[in-house]
């Protein structure tokens, strides 16, 4: 392969949160890691936090909502490593308002970035992937894609809606490359985004519509993330895993 016979994954918003817990993971699966965040800093010590735990690990400038950005961050990976075999899309913005006074730059900065900014990751990867004729795309979606999670999300659960519906395009158009393309939608997760946008209030009344009765932990996606993206999974396509707590399952809890 490449990179003392490792195979590359690229992770997006992958300095913090679900991102950097994703890299861990892929990392400890035996991936040399490529972290890729607009934060530059946080992502050059978040890889030597690997380097130092003996895992191979490289970190990689990359905008999700600027093309030029985006085109240049994989231009280099393609250079510097030959290969894309596993991405990630984990990078993404969210801000709450009421509906009616909901702001269009807001809506728009939104779906440019959850789903534009998504949509060529995934086109410039599977370009690289297709070379040979191998590659895992796992895109993280949101539970507020498939249903609607509490009041002011007008924007993040339609992006989070869009980004479900590319993954299953992705799914028929790139199998014949022997290209996979899945989804996960968590739950609400400890994050900082979350512990941000989430009041006390909000948070209690989410958990209450759990069954397991309490947010997840980024390393309870990150498994879904290790999963979807080893050997095992060469059967499974265009799906949505939910990793939720039982949160979808549930529908008479009103939040």
């Given at each position: 392969?490449?990179?003392?016979?490792?195979?590359?994954?690229?992770?997006?918003?992958?300095?913090?949160g679900i991102?950097?817990?994703?890299?861990?993971?892929?990392?400890?699966?035996?991936?040399?890691?490529?972290?890729?965040?607009?934060?530059?800093?946080?992502?050059?010590?978040?890889?030597?936090?690997?380097?130092?735990?003996?895992?191979?690990?490289?970190?990689?400038?990359?905008?999700?909502?600027?093309?030029?950005?985006?085109?240049?961050?994989?231009?280099?990976?393609?250079?510097?490593?030959?290969?894309?075999?596993?991405?990630?899309?984990?990078?993404?913005?969210?801000?709450t308002m009421?509906?009616?006074?909901?702001?269009?730059?807001?809506?728009?900065?939104?779906?440019?970035?959850?789903?534009?900014?998504?949509?060529?990751?995934?086109?410039?990867?599977?370009?690289?992937?297709?070379?040979?004729?191998?590659?895992?795309?796992?895109?993280?979606?949101?539970?507020?894609?498939?249903?609607?999670?509490?009041?002011?999300?007008?924007?993040?659960?339609?992006?989070?809606?869009?980004?479900?519906?590319?993954?299953?395009?992705?799914?028929?158009?790139?199998?014949?490359?022997?290209?996979?393309?899945?989804?996960?939608?968590?739950?609400?997760?400890?994050?900082?985004?979350?512990?941000?946008?989430?009041?006390?209030?909000?948070?209690?009344?989410?958990?209450?519509?759990?069954?397991?009765?309490?947010?997840?932990?980024?390393?309870?996606?990150?498994?879904?993330?290790?999963?979807?993206?080893?050997?095992?999974?060469?059967?499974?396509?265009?799906?949505?895993?939910?990793?939720?707590?039982?949160?979808?399952?549930?529908?008479?809890?009103?939040?």
């Open positions: 392969m490449t990179v003392a016979n490792k195979k590359v994954a690229v992770v997006t918003g992958g300095a913090m991102g950097a817990e994703a890299a861990s993971a892929l990392a400890r699966d035996g991936h040399h890691v490529v972290i890729c965040d607009i934060n530059i800093e946080e992502a050059g010590r978040f890889v030597q936090r690997l380097r130092d735990e003996g895992f191979p690990a490289d970190a990689c400038q990359l905008d999700v909502g600027a093309p030029d950005s985006v085109s240049d961050a994989f231009a280099w990976i393609e250079s510097e490593f030959g290969r894309c075999d596993v991405l990630v899309n984990s990078a993404g913005i969210a801000k009421a509906f009616l006074e909901f702001d269009l730059e807001v809506f728009n900065k939104t779906m440019h970035i959850n789903v534009t900014g998504t949509f060529l990751c995934c086109q410039l990867a599977a370009r690289i992937m297709r070379k040979h004729e191998f590659g895992r795309i796992i895109n993280i979606a949101s539970v507020a894609g498939m249903r609607a999670v509490g009041k002011g999300r007008t924007a993040y659960g339609t992006s989070k809606g869009a980004v479900i519906a590319l993954t299953r395009q992705m799914a028929v158009e790139l199998s014949d490359y022997g290209i996979t393309a899945n989804a996960i939608a968590p739950g609400p997760v400890d994050t900082p985004m979350t512990k941000e946008l989430h009041s006390d209030t909000f948070r209690k009344a989410y958990s209450n519509a759990i069954p397991a009765k309490r947010y997840g932990t980024t390393r309870e996606i990150a498994g879904a993330v290790s999963y979807l993206a080893s050997d095992v999974s060469s059967y499974v396509n265009g799906i949505v895993l939910p990793v939720d707590g039982g949160f979808l399952a549930w529908g008479a809890c009103d939040i």
